[in-house]
């Protein structure tokens, strides 16, 4: 009937504690936030007075047993099941189980009536209450309990209640398993769902995968999550109690206000919530594009294997929502709009968990062969969904697109991650390697923003499609009672912001937490409908106003939204911004029954409930002196510059001797220092010894250990800065032997290496050459409008093809490093110029705000109106020569104290993105010669006079 533990002895709590989940204790278990429970003295249900009659005491223990066998699974259905209520249920069933069988009115073994008994009573429960019940007869709560239960039978073998609540859970557990297969083997049947507001069989089957795999990686995950807090030195807290953080915060949806009504009446708030695929099959129309749903069902499908199947519904597709850390009362998700809904625990129940959405959470695996296959799909793409010049491209290996996606597989390989499971983060975006087959071709007529969007969907569906690791999946999806199994795939800094949240969990004080770039969506199974899964209503009152309506409040579509919430008690709250009318809002808010909070109440005490130091609970609180000695004195190295400065020279001293005052100042330095470092570059030494310190700071509060301030600061300042020292020396010395016009220009150029904080010496080098050519370019042209213009275009295209020689392994289009070092070149070179050859600037700054370099820029920004032939990765740069005049613009104006808010002549072009004026001859000549194959389309758009 029960399954005994040999040998055991009496526990105690200290004995047999898991924390996050509960302990076990002298004939007692305590189970999450529960009072203790005796297990000694189990206490029944009520049960219905069984009369005098042998017939009525048939009768009512039959009506006994059937209320506690759905007393018992309604229990388990919950959320939170109350293990005390469960018990209760149990025995109540038991004994009136025990009276049946005394009458004769049931035969048979007790496991078997019970079997019989829990079966009857699940076929009552909807396939939603199911899956809950599953996942609680099998989460680590009632295990727990279990285990408490066989230890207290061994420890008294007479204890019959307690034997018999053990030997049900097991029949409970075994039943509820059964009745999910007969279920979910009849997935195929579309008749399978007899309530339109219940999850299907599929949905079903997908929690109950879920949660058995969650049960199945559970361990695994815990071991990785533990070694990260140990290696964070965080104690005193395990990966349970971060999972309860997660369970316990807010479900939150948020959505824009014209979501919820449809010709200025509220939508339905009683039916399914509709989605995409809804969408498009009522409509027949493809909403955000074919596209778009493709690689979105491709995902899903994925995700969820139960889901792929030829007859799939919409109703069985997923809705989406976020967990919210951050506590905040606009919810997790702002940028999707202002109405804010809190959803139902039992909501969260029916929801599987990733972190970050689907689209970006799926792990890849890169074989060889699947590289081949990839190629293949992309070639597969319709002719008319791709860019011109794509499929040759394509199947050219010296191509620079085929060059760009080689590159990113040779990495993979170089890195040892071939063959292995990746998450899609960190791939390059096709997107970024196909940017130039799209980014510039937005005006023309076959290839328009919806279809550049297509074409990008199709290529990451074949990117999905080809590298998807399916095994690999069952690990990243969790269920509510397994979401920490997710925090083996948070990085550092997420990781220990939500430990720190645990922490202060324990201490009462409840601390919000922004993560990074992450965060943890939920997918809700089984539909989603606002009136039965909504529990409270917040929204911005923006969302109600109207800038053209003098930004009174639509009475009329809040009205319609106050009155469903109050017909369904549920809670509303308006947020205010601070302003002239917030005293006004709230007077009509507060009449209609809405409760107010001002932004600015809400940015105070969230930010004062942000404001926490390093301590990490209130029993940690007495830390030894030293601790905050060594606190002290590293704020003050991080605050201040030059006494960093100061301690890294002393710390350095043997490494300086040899560098004089002369050297310093021949690179830009004040002498002094002699730290060849500042700027950026000084701030990412201050950066680690920040991150450093601070671990350090965790661990002695923690420990309540004695440190050395001195030696410890100077330990980590060495770790901090010694390689970001020794490329400096390096540098310096390179640039030393450089050859420049003139002093100042070593100067100007020593000072930007100094400060530059991601640099090589290859990177250093081609900076220095680029200066050259730059300076070249202003001297051979020599004011002649055209040939600056050509020499400009000209020393773009070698600069980029030079950059990426000096770093091969940054990406072909990442975007960001390559203007930057755009950049560089201009602010290195301007402001070598700026001390003695002023002239040439000022020249320089007439040549920038010409009408015909206005013309080049603004015909570029409109993203070079194409012939079909054209090749795409040309008009890209074509785009990018015009970019770099810009930045060019920026630091003229910097070096000349010129420059005006907002930017210059061009970067106001550029930023218009189709808006130039003047259709000059020498423009027009200069695009024939330079571009030759865009002088027709462009004579076709753009003839003489006319202007855009």
Not at 443 to 471: V, Y
Request: aromatic share 8%; proline share 3%.
């Amino acid at each position: 009937m029960f399954k005994k533990v040999s040998g055991q002895n009496t526990v105690s709590s200290q004995q047999i504690s898991k924390p996050g989940v509960g302990s076990i204790g002298s004939h007692s278990v305590t189970i999450g936030k529960n009072p203790p429970l005796r297990l000694d003295k189990i206490k029944g249900a009520s049960i219905p007075f069984q009369g005098f009659l042998k017939a009525t005491k048939i009768t009512r223990s039959n009506i006994a047993v059937e209320q506690n066998t759905t007393a018992t699974l309604k229990e388990l259905s919950k959320h939170s099941p109350d293990p005390k209520l469960l018990l209760a249920h149990l025995k109540s069933y038991q004994t009136s189980m025990n009276r049946l069988v005394n009458f004769q009115a049931r035969q048979g073994h007790m496991d078997q009536l019970a079997k019989e008994a829990f079966g009857e009573g699940l076929k009552g429960l909807s396939n939603t209450e199911l899956a809950a019940s599953y996942q609680s007869i099998i989460s680590k709560e009632i295990a727990l309990l279990k285990l408490a239960l066989e230890i207290e039978v061994g420890n008294d073998p007479f204890n019959v209640a307690a034997a018999d609540a053990l030997s049900n859970l097991y029949v409970l557990e075994a039943a509820i398993i059964n009745e999910v297969v007969l279920r979910t083997v009849m997935h195929e049947a579309r008749d399978a769902v007899t309530d339109d507001k219940d999850m299907s069989a599929r949905n079903l089957h997908t929690m109950t995968v879920k949660a058995a795999l969650g049960d199945i990686h559970s361990g695994k995950a815990t071991e990785v999550s533990e070694a990260k807090l140990k290696d964070m030195l965080f104690t005193g807290i395990e990966p349970r109690e971060i999972g309860d953080v997660l369970r316990n915060s807010e479900l939150t949806m948020n959505l824009n206000v014209n979501a919820l009504f449809k010709d200025e009446k509220l939508i339905d708030m009683d039916e399914r919530w509709q989605n995409i695929f809804h969408i498009n099959e009522d409509t027949r129309e493809q909403l955000k594009g074919k596209e778009y749903t493709t690689f979105r069902d491709s995902v899903e499908r994925n995700a969820f294997p139960s889901l792929d199947v030829e007859d799939l519904h919409p109703d069985e597709r997923p809705t989406y929502a976020a967990i919210n850390t951050r506590r905040g009362m606009d919810g997790q998700a702002a940028n999707y709009g202002g109405v804010i809904f809190v959803l139902k625990k039992e909501v969260a129940k029916r929801s599987t968990y990733t972190l970050n959405d689907t689209f970006k959470a799926v792990p890849m695996n890169v074989t060889k062969d699947k590289i081949n296959a990839f190629y293949d799909m992309l070639a597969a793409i319709p002719e008319e969904k791709v860019p011109a010049g794509f499929r040759e491209d394509l199947r050219n290996e010296e191509s620079l697109l085929r060059k760009s996606l080689d590159g990113m597989f040779q990495t993979i390989e170089a890195n040892g991650k071939m063959g292995k499971a990746l998450p899609i983060v960190s791939f390059p975006d096709i997107e970024d390697i196909l940017v130039k087959y799209t980014a510039v071709a937005k005006n023309d007529k076959g290839m328009q923003d919806a279809d550049i969007e297509a074409f990008n969907h199709l290529a990451k569906t074949a990117l999905f499609e080809t590298f998807k690791d399916p095994d690999a999946m069952k690990k990243i999806v969790a269920t509510y009672d397994t979401l920490e199994n997710l925090l083996p795939f948070t990085d550092e800094l997420d990781g220990a912001k939500l430990a720190r949240m645990a922490i202060s969990a324990k201490t009462g004080e409840n601390t919000p937490v922004k993560l990074g770039d992450s965060y943890f969506e939920a997918q809700i199974h089984g539909g989603f409908i606002p009136k039965r899964d909504v529990a409270e209503i917040r929204f911005q009152i923006t969302e109600f106003t109207d800038r053209k309506k003098n930004n009174d409040i639509d009475i009329d579509r809040l009205g319609q939204l106050v009155k469903f919430a109050k017909e369904n008690g549920i809670p509303m709250t308006a947020i205010i911004a601070n302003d002239d009318r917030e005293k006004e809002y709230t007077d009509i808010l507060e009449g209609i029954g809405i409760e107010v909070i001002s932004s600015k109440t809400y940015d105070f005490e969230h930010g004062k409930a942000n404001n926490h130091d390093f301590k990490v609970g209130k029993e940690m609180r007495q830390t030894h002196p030293s601790v905050a000695k060594l606190k002290e004195e590293a704020n003050k190295l991080i605050e201040n510059d030059d006494m960093l400065l100061e301690r890294l020279e002393t710390l350095f001293k043997e490494e300086l001797k040899d560098i004089t005052d002369e050297e310093l100042r021949a690179i830009g330095m004040d002498a002094r220092h002699k730290i060849p470092l500042g700027g950026a570059a000084l701030a990412k030494v201050r950066n680690n010894f920040s991150a450093t310190i601070m671990k350090a700071l965790r661990k002695a509060e923690t420990t309540n250990e004695i440190v050395n301030a001195d030696t410890l600061i100077n330990d980590l300042l060495r770790e901090a800065a010694g390689e970001m020292l020794a490329t400096k020396f390096d540098l310096m010395n390179e640039v030393a032997k450089l050859e420049f016009d003139a002093p100042d220009h070593r100067v100007a150029f020593g000072a930007w290496v100094m400060n530059a904080g991601d640099l090589n010496r290859d990177e250093m080098r081609t900076i220095y050459l680029g200066t050259i050519q730059f300076k070249n370019v202003l001297k051979d042209a020599a004011g002649d409008q055209r040939k600056l213009l050509s020499g400009f275009a000209g020393f773009y295209f070698k600069f980029y093809a030079d950059l990426h020689v000096a770093r091969p392994k940054k990406k072909m289009d990442d975007r960001d490093w390559t203007y930057s070092n755009y950049e560089r070149v201009a602010s290195v070179t301007t402001s070598m110029l700026a001390a003695t050859d002023r002239d040439t600037l000022v020249a320089l700054r007439a040549f920038l705000t010409s009408k015909e370099t206005q013309d080049f820029v603004g015909f570029a920004a409109m993203q070079m109106q194409k012939a079909e032939d054209v090749d795409p990765f040309l008009r890209a740069e074509v785009l990018g020569v015009a970019l770099f005049l810009d930045k060019i613009e920026k630091y003229v104006d910097k070096a000349l104290g010129t420059g005006v808010e907002g930017g210059g002549v061009l970067a106001n072009i550029v930023s218009k993105k189709g808006h130039f004026e003047g259709d000059t001859e020498a423009t027009r000549q200069l695009l024939a010669q330079r571009f030759p194959k865009f002088e027709d389309e462009y004579s076709t758009k753009y003839p003489r006079g006319i202007h855009s």
